[in-house]
């Protein structure tokens, strides 16, 4: 999930990630993680990183775009580095080589498939 700022109402965390902010820690379903004291303010902020780095949940951040990615839980494992795309230049319909570098800064949808 991408986010412009790291503390986030209580709300707007179980929104995004579906993780609820209780007095027993963060909760999903039936499973709750305590969380450290500096997690949640007595405003109702959460400070995300915090709270990521207890769920495992890992946090890129793009300084260009003053962006932070929040991956999900990851049971231990790193599953994202950073946020950016790598350089990827594709044939496009006609065989032409068509490079994503040109569509930087821009919301891009990319659709693979496969027959197997």
């Known amino acids: 999930m991408p986010i412009d700022h790291l503390d986030l109402t209580i709300d707007e965390f179980r929104d ?7 007095p027993e ?5 039936e499973r709750c993680v305590p969380l450290p004291a500096t997690a949640a303010t007595s405003d109702g902020r959460v400070d995300v ?5 207890r769920l495992g949940m890992p946090i890129a951040h793009d300084e260009q775009h003053g ?4 991956g999900p839980e990851s049971g231990g494992r790193r599953v994202l580095d950073d946020v950016d795309m790598p350089d990827l ?17 821009r919301k891009v949808a990319l659709i693979a498939w496969a027959s197997w």
């Open 67 to 70: 962006l932070w990615a929040v």
């Open 16 to 22: 995004l990630t579906g993780w609820e902010i209780k």
């Open 25 to 29: 820690g963060a909760c999903r379903d």
């Open 89 to 105: 230049v594709l044939p496009d319909f006609d065989g032409n080589t068509f490079d994503f570098a040109t569509l930087r800064g």
């Open 49 to 53: 990183t915090a709270v990521a780095e």
